[in-house]
């Protein structure tokens, strides 16, 4: 199954460190974060883990439930988490989905459909390609989607930022342009009319280019 921007995020029922789940219910009525790990016990991955379990109350705030994904199983997730704990400095308070058989990440197309059924007697590196984050809104839509090499930890802080631009065109029919962040100014879609923007908009907007109008972020 192809994964794009907009597609429905294939349900799952799975085991996870915090029990079972049925992954459309569990996320509920608000947004989620799913990122997946190619192996417990990586380096990188121990890191953005803590990183992310740092970063969870900023999530909270957003609404947004995050959930990690690696192939290997429950327990293992929950041995790694001491390290990940001792090492970083934060609980892993969100979930682990064990993935033993490797259907999800098979769903989600971070591996082949002819990798196997096994997570055992894999490395790392047979699966480097699950190394993705899914951005997935209320409506089990994909919102946005990024892929990291192993070699490169993820930054999480752009990962939120992302979250709030998705929200907030969710929301509003606007853009926001480059290195946009929280509060600064965005862009009106060129889907609106200037005759629709100004009922928006009646201070008017800024047109370096016709179809380049800049306003203040809504509130």
Known sequence: MTIRINSIA??????TTQGPISFHDWIGDGWCILFSHPKDFTPICTTELGFMAGLEDEFKKRNTKIIGISVDGVGEHEKWAGDIQKSQGHKVNY???????????????MLPEDAGSTAAGRTAADNATARSVFIIGPDKRIKAM???PM?????????????????LTAKE?????VNWQPG???????????????????DGWKAPLPYLRI?????
């Open 146 to 148: 990024l892929v990291y």
């Open 10 to 15: 294939p349900d799952f029922k799975a085991e």
């Open 184 to 202: 600064e100014d965005v862009v009106i879609l060129p889907s609106v009319s200037d005759a629709d923007a100004k009922k928006k908009y009646p």
């Open 173 to 177: 029919q606007v853009a926001t342009p």
């Open 151 to 167: 070699s490169s930890g993820r930054n999480f802080n752009e990962i939120l930022r992302l979250l709030d631009s998705c929200q």
């Open 95 to 109: 979930p682990l989905i064990g993935d033993p058989k490797l259907e999800i990440v098979k769903a989600y197309d």
């Open 215 to 219: 306003v203040p972020q809504p509130r």
